[in-house]
C-alpha cells in the first residue's frame, strides 16, 4: 500500500489575497413576459430566457 504524499498549501489570508468577489450587472426591468409564458420558460425576463439548443436524436435514442 502506497502512502499518498501531504503537500501543505500557502496560507491563503493576509494583506496580498482579496476575497471573491461577485459580478452582477444591473437589471432594468423593461419587458416582461406573460404569467403562463413565464412559467413554461422559467423566467418572466425575457433578458434572462437562453435555451439550450435542440439536438437532433439519433436513432439509438
Not at 499518498?4 to 444591473?26: C, D, E, H, I, N
Not at 419587458?31 to 436513432?59: A, H, N
Request: without cysteine; charged residues 35%; glycine residues 6%.
Amino acid at each position: 500500500m502506497k502512502k499518498s504524499k501531504m503537500y501543505a498549501l500557502p496560507q491563503m489570508m493576509g494583506p496580498g489575497f482579496r476575497l471573491a468577489r461577485a459580478y452582477v450587472p444591473f437589471q432594468v426591468m423593461d419587458k416582461i413576459f406573460e404569467p403562463k409564458k413565464g412559467l413554461m420558460r422559467g423566467t418572466i425576463f425575457p433578458e434572462l430566457y437562453d435555451p439550450y439548443p435542440k439536438k437532433k436524436r439519433s436513432e439509438d435514442d
